[in-house]
Nanobody, 122 residues
Framework: EVRLVESGGGMVQPGGSLRLSCAASGFTFSSYDMSWARQAPGKQPEWVSAITREGRTPYHANFARGRFTISRDNINNILYLQMDHLQEEDTAVYYC???????????????WGQGTQVTVSS
């Protein structure tokens, strides 16, 4: 059974940083590309970042480029998202997903975690 457990969310002021983690189990983590997606209140989900299975090639949505860094630890089966220079529009539930980006709009399925809330507010 695929299990993805996100952590590290919370409340932060604009300009602050958070580091999200996603602990993976139930599958061979190093065999899969991995992604982060998010959903803000009242909005469609959107892709944030992705990383190839070896961790060599990261991808970021335009809004994340230069501010967010995705990485992974294939020994301990953990996916990370370092978020710097956070803005109020980054407020959303952030989800870890097994696999890369599929489609223009993310659709939650069994390959997603339960999410972690990130709130950016002064």
């Amino acid at each position: 059974e695929v299990r993805l457990v996100e952590s590290g969310g919370g409340m932060v002021q604009p300009g602050g940083s958070l580091r999200l983690s996603c602990a993976a189990s139930g599958f061979t983590f190093s065999s899969y590309d991995m992604s982060w997606a998010r959903q803000a209140p009242g909005k469609q989900p959107e892709w944030v970042s992705a990383i190839t299975r070896e961790g060599r090639t990261p991808y970021h949505a335009n809004f994340a480029r230069g501010r967010f860094t995705i990485s992974r630890d294939n020994i301990n089966n953990i996916l990370y998202l370092q978020m710097d220079h956070l803005q109020e529009e980054d407020t959303a539930v952030y989800y870890c997903k097994r696999g890369g980006w599929v489609g223009l709009v993310p659709v939650r399925d069994a390959d997603w975690g339960q999410g972690t809330q990130v709130t950016v507010s002064s």
